[in-house]
């Protein structure tokens, strides 16, 4: 010091000399060592980083976006606010470094994508339950993650345009974020008319940051404040060029800085409040990509390759520029991007500019004008299930799963079933898989079904289901079988006449267009007396009855009851004409019934096979398959609704059993206004069949396929409801069970098995919720074989050796005094009936 003080000039030349002999003696040495160092480090950097988005591209997961009919203009401030939670501790961010995310615009030809990519180290449904609560309404489907760009087809090349946005001022000023409308509006627009072999992206990555990230752009505040450069070039030159600092007053000479006194300048102090404003709140390091690719054949011309490269190159300018809509104090400027492809495959985020989140939410969110065509959309908003709502398992059937947040099963308890179950929904809904899966639920659990299914489909699909095991507990009735099916004789059984006030309401109400007083009086007659014979009475005989008259003779004779006799003798009376126009309307109704040898064997063909009482109270699972096709709309719906009538007839006989010991059972009647054609009103019949421990699932397609009574009573005793997607007259009717929150415009825009349900659980009615109905497992080679030869082994064991089928009615012998008949009416011994020859039909 003491040298310089006297002589600096030599002190400094001196103090060269002794640097410039240490540079010749041992710069050979450090300057290649520290390029090596130099070098190694950056190496080994860029390869810490390499690996760590490596590790990010490991189970990466793509996340679709379907926005709702109408989009909350804040979802995106809410979605971004709360992905700020995925910020790692701060020693793991500098160990592993901090997962980015990346919202994705992808178009093609038939519109635009929105989705999410997300790195494998994310936890499963975090974002997704975040869109679906920042954008209520919106569905998210998660797979695998791809390439943006769909794969190169083999033999064709690809003309690829892309680019990226950066900040042209300093990061510390902000983005325009206060829009008229949607600013994504010119974004969505600008790649329209895409053709099939064209396609383009935007990317917009971004990751949560704090610490010296944030500090870094404090510092970058304040240099805007200062007026200094934001390059380190510049702010080296002005650390070296005198004046270039302000003085204590304010004032400088500087041309960049927006005002000479900057407390007087409106322009510096809005600056300055928005650097304040941007800098208040949570920041994300972000990235914009874009690209624009055409698909040509490998062997297309050059000047066709010329063509396609200029068109995206014009579609690619249109994507930049559509983000000059955000310019204010800062804008985006366009970028060099080397390998497209690639930089959008790998979504690669290593440096980029900070955004706050009002301004990263103007940028990436879903579209807000429902006018904007082609965007990817949600038919109904999901609802998550209320608490309370039961999962699968013992004693709770499986419906389900929700389809909001993290997906969970849905299932209905088995006592709550009791309160009935209404299923409504078009034809490919998902309807039966619904019910298959109910159906096998109670077959697994001993629980005793009926199911009476007017396709067929349903109980193909259950018997290719069912486990070995219950091949014993299952009756079959197979239309389309060419074995013989079993017997439920619709006038055997009882001591009363409920059985005939069954089989001729069900014959009314199927032919209630063509049915008077005249035609019931006569039915009813004949049923009772059928029944009044000592055998067993079947439909066979009843046009036997009515046209035979030694076979009417026969049976006629030993009545007692004076109402039928009378009738019988003004039967007689009648002459041929007469009596013709009165049986006609029958007659013509019962052979076409009759005529089917389905129903001639399974309804008609003698004494009963099957015990309804023994399926519903031992677990029996009675399928009957009658489709329309076979047997024909009317025949379905008599044969459907005799077996309703014999199943409530079990039912009702639960009465004499204490209700903890009455078993719950299950009927499941698909296209349900065919078959429930009995003399009770329909709520008398849900009201007694919960006390009875029997739920009834009543499904079909819509409402006008309902009478206003059968409507009503649905309505209100068939208290828990699922639907399908309905017609919108259906749907504004519907949605008085499911408003406020489902609209019947949620109730018409569902999915395939996509339902708006809604429960009771504990006896209550709960709020109305959103799911997906679970697949049927996969069907079991043979099953279904198995089954069938097994019923028909177990038919065989039970048929007489003799074989054939016996007659049933009663042969003209004589009866003893204290014979009894089925209906419990004491008859005289009979003699053979006097007939005339001439009279008697063949």
Same mark, same amino acid.
């Given at each position: 010091?003491?040298?310089?003080? @006297?002589?600096p000039?030599g002190?400094?030349?001196?103090l060269?000399?002794?640097?410039?002999?240490?540079a010749?003696?041992?710069g050979p040495?450090?300057v290649p060592?520290?390029?090596?160092?130099?070098?190694?480090?950056?190496?080994?950097?860029r390869?810490?980083? +390499?690996?760590?988005?490596?590790?990010?591209?490991?189970?990466a997961?793509r996340?679709?976006?379907?926005a709702?009919p $109408?989009?909350?203009?804040?979802?995106?401030?809410a979605?971004?606010?709360?992905?700020?939670?995925?910020?790692?501790?701060?020693?793991r961010?500098?160990?592993a470094?901090q997962p980015?995310?990346a919202?994705?615009?992808?178009?093609?030809e038939?519109?635009?994508t929105?989705?999410?990519?997300?790195?494998?180290?994310?936890?499963?449904?975090?974002?997704?339950?975040?869109?679906?609560?920042?954008?209520?309404?919106s569905h998210?489907?998660?797979?695998?993650?791809?390439?943006?760009?769909?794969?190169l087809?083999a033999?064709?090349?690809?003309?690829?345009?892309?680019?990226?946005?950066?900040?042209?001022r300093?990061?510390?000023?902000?983005?325009r974020?206060?829009?008229?409308?949607?600013?994504?509006?010119?974004?969505?627009?600008?790649?329209?008319?895409?053709?099939?072999?064209?396609?383009?992206?935007?990317?917009i990555?971004?990751?949560?940051?704090?610490g010296?990230?944030?500090?870094q752009?404090?510092?970058? +505040?304040?240099?805007?404040?200062r007026?200094s450069?934001?390059r380190?070039?510049?702010?080296?030159?002005?650390?070296?060029?005198?004046?270039?600092?302000?003085?204590?007053?304010?004032?400088?000479?500087?041309?960049?800085?927006i005002s000479q006194?900057?407390?007087?300048?409106?322009?510096?102090?809005?600056?300055?409040?928005?650097?304040?404003?941007?800098?208040r709140?949570?920041?994300?390091?972000?990235l &914009?990509r874009?690209a624009?690719a055409?698909?040509l054949?490998?062997d297309?011309?050059d000047?066709?390759a010329?063509?396609?490269?200029?068109?995206?190159?014009?579609r690619?300018?249109?994507?930049?520029?559509?983000?000059a +809509?955000?310019?204010?104090?800062?804008?985006?400027?366009?970028?060099?991007?080397?390998?497209? /492809?690639?930089?959008?495959a790998?979504?690669?985020l290593?440096?980029?500019?900070?955004?706050?989140?009002?301004?990263?939410?103007a940028?990436?969110?879903l579209p807000t004008?429902?006018?904007?065509p082609? &965007?990817?959309?949600?038919?109904?908003?999901?609802v998550?299930?209320?608490?309370?709502?039961?999962?699968?398992?013992?004693?709770?059937?499986?419906?389900g799963?929700?389809?909001?947040g993290?997906?969970?099963p849905?299932?209905?308890?088995v006592?709550?079933?009791?309160?009935?179950?209404h299923v409504?929904?078009?034809t490919?809904?998902?309807?039966?898989?619904?019910?298959?899966?109910?159906?096998l639920?109670?077959?697994?659990?001993?629980?005793?079904?009926?199911?009476?299914?007017?396709?067929?489909?349903?109980v193909t699909?259950v018997?290719?289901?069912?486990? @070995?095991s219950? +091949?014993?507990?299952?009756?079959l009735?197979?239309?389309?079988?060419?074995?013989?099916?079993?017997?439920?004789?619709p006038?055997?059984?009882?001591?009363?006449d409920?059985?005939?006030?069954?089989?001729?309401?069900?014959?009314?109400?199927?032919?209630?267009?063509?049915?008077g007083?005249?035609?019931?009086?006569?039915m009813?007659a004949?049923?009772?007396?059928?029944?009044?014979?000592d055998?067993?009475?079947?439909?066979?005989?009843?046009?036997?009855?009515?046209?035979?008259?030694?076979?009417r003779?026969?049976?006629?004779?030993?009545?007692?009851?004076?109402?039928?006799?009378?009738?019988?003798?003004?039967?007689?009376e009648?002459?041929?004409s007469?009596?013709?126009?009165?049986i006609s309307?029958l007659?013509?109704?019962?052979?076409?019934?009759?005529?089917?040898?389905f129903?001639?064997?399974a309804?008609?063909?003698?004494?009963?096979t099957?015990?309804?009482?023994?399926?519903?109270?031992?677990?029996?699972?009675?399928l009957?398959r009658?489709?329309k096709?076979?047997?024909g709309e009317?025949?379905?719906?008599?044969?459907?609704?005799?077996?309703?009538a014999?199943?409530?007839?079990?039912t009702t006989?639960?009465?004499?059993?204490?209700?903890r010991?009455?078993p719950?059972?299950s009927?499941?009647v698909?296209?349900?206004?065919?078959?429930?054609?009995?003399?009770?009103?329909?709520e008398?019949?849900?009201?007694?069949?919960?006390?009875f $421990?029997?739920?009834?699932?009543?499904?079909?397609?819509?409402?006008? %396929?309902?009478?206003?009574?059968?409507k009503?009573?649905?309505?209100?005793?068939?208290?828990?409801?699922?639907?399908?997607?309905?017609?919108?007259e259906?749907a504004?009717?519907?949605? $008085?069970?499911?408003?406020?929150r489902?609209?019947?415009?949620d109730?018409s825009?569902?999915?395939?098995y996509?339902?708006?349900?809604?429960?009771?659980?504990h006896?209550?009615e709960?709020?109305?919720?959103?799911?997906t109905t679970?697949?049927l497992?996969?069907?079991?080679p043979?099953?279904?074989?198995?089954?069938r030869? &097994?019923?028909?082994? %177990?038919?065989?064991?039970h048929?007489?050796a003799s074989?054939?089928?016996?007659?049933? /009615?009663p042969?003209?012998?004589?009866?003893?005094?204290?014979?009894t008949v089925?209906?419990?009416?004491?008859?005289p011994?009979?003699r053979?009936?006097?007939?005339?020859p001439?009279?008697?039909?063949?």
């Open positions: 010091m003491s040298d310089y003080l @006297r002589d000039g002190a400094l030349a001196a060269l000399a002794a640097l410039s002999e240490w010749l003696e041992w040495l450090v060592a520290l390029a090596v160092a130099v070098a190694g480090a950056v190496g080994a950097r390869w810490w980083r +390499a690996r760590r988005n490596a590790g990010l591209q490991v189970d997961r996340i679709t976006v379907l709702p $109408r989009v909350d203009p804040a979802g995106g401030t979605v971004w606010s709360n992905l700020v939670g995925l910020l790692r501790p701060s020693w961010r500098r160990w470094g980015h995310l919202m994705e615009y992808v178009f093609g038939h519109g635009v929105v989705q999410f990519w997300v790195p494998g180290v994310i936890p499963p449904s975090l974002v997704e339950r975040a869109v679906e609560a920042a954008w209520p309404g998210t489907r998660t797979s695998p993650a791809t390439s943006p760009l769909p794969t087809e033999g064709r090349r690809r003309v690829i345009v892309g680019g990226q946005l950066r900040l042209a300093s990061e510390a000023l902000p983005l974020t206060g829009f008229d409308a949607d600013p994504i509006r010119g974004l969505l627009g600008a790649p329209v008319g895409l053709g099939r072999d064209e396609h383009a992206c935007v990317q990555l971004a990751r949560p940051v704090t010296r990230r944030v500090a752009a404090r510092r970058a +505040a304040r240099r805007v404040h007026g450069s934001r380190l070039g510049g702010r080296v030159l002005d650390i070296i060029t005198p004046g270039a600092h302000a003085t204590r007053s304010g004032r400088t000479p500087d041309t960049r800085r006194d900057p407390q007087l300048s409106l322009e510096y102090s809005a600056q300055n409040k928005a650097i304040v404003g941007k800098q709140g949570s920041q994300y390091e972000t &914009v874009y624009v055409t698909d054949p490998a297309a011309a000047e066709l010329r063509q396609a490269r200029a068109t995206a190159r014009g690619a300018h249109a994507l930049a520029a559509a983000f +809509a955000y310019t204010e104090h800062n804008h985006y400027t366009r970028t060099r991007l080397h390998h497209p /492809a690639h930089a959008l790998t979504r690669r290593d440096h980029g500019d900070l955004l706050s989140i009002p301004e990263l939410a940028l990436a969110h004008d429902a006018e904007i082609g &965007v990817e959309r949600a038919g109904a908003k999901a998550a299930p209320p608490p309370g709502i039961a999962t699968p398992g013992p004693e709770v059937k499986p419906l799963q929700s389809d909001t993290h997906a969970r849905v299932g209905l308890r006592a709550d079933a009791r309160h009935h179950l409504l929904g078009a490919g809904s998902g309807k039966s898989t619904l019910l298959g899966n109910m159906i639920d109670d077959a697994a659990s001993n629980r005793g079904v009926v199911l009476i299914d007017p396709k067929g489909d349903l699909d018997l290719n289901r069912l486990p @070995r219950a +091949a014993e507990r299952v009756v009735f197979d239309a389309d079988s060419l074995h013989r099916p079993p017997i439920l004789n006038l055997e059984g009882g001591e009363t409920r059985e005939v006030d069954n089989l001729v309401s069900v014959f009314r109400r199927v032919y209630s267009a063509f049915w007083p005249r035609t019931d009086d006569l009813r004949a049923c009772l007396t059928l029944r009044a014979q055998g067993v009475p079947t439909l066979a005989d009843l046009p036997k009855l009515l046209a035979s008259e030694a076979f003779s026969r049976i006629t004779t030993g009545l007692t009851d004076p109402v039928l006799t009378g009738f019988w003798q003004w039967y007689d009648l002459t041929e007469s009596r013709s126009q009165v309307p007659m013509n109704k019962l052979r076409a019934f009759l005529l089917r040898p129903v001639k064997e309804i008609a063909g003698g004494r009963s099957v015990d309804m009482a023994h399926v519903l109270d031992e677990g029996g699972i009675c009957v009658i489709p096709g076979s047997l009317e025949t379905t719906r008599l044969v459907g609704s005799l077996v309703v014999r199943t409530w007839q079990a006989a639960r009465a004499r059993v204490p209700q010991l009455r719950d059972a009927l499941v698909d296209e349900c206004h065919n078959f429930l054609n009995l003399p009770y009103p329909l008398d019949m849900l009201a007694e069949a919960r006390g $421990r029997v739920s009834m699932t009543l499904a079909h397609q819509h409402l006008g %396929q309902l009478s206003r009574e059968l009503e009573g649905i309505s209100t005793n068939a208290r828990s409801k699922i639907f399908f997607s309905a017609s919108p259906d504004r009717e519907l949605a $008085r069970h499911t408003a406020p489902l609209s019947d415009h109730l825009h569902l999915g395939v996509h339902t708006a349900t809604r429960l009771v659980v006896g209550e709960t709020e109305p919720f959103t799911m679970t697949p497992p996969d069907p079991i043979g099953r279904a074989r198995e089954i030869a &097994v019923l028909r082994a %177990q038919r065989r064991a048929t007489p074989g054939g089928t016996t007659e049933h /009615a042969a003209p012998t004589t009866v003893t005094p204290t014979q089925p209906t419990g009416r004491r008859i011994p009979t053979p009936p006097k007939t005339d001439r009279r008697t039909r063949p």
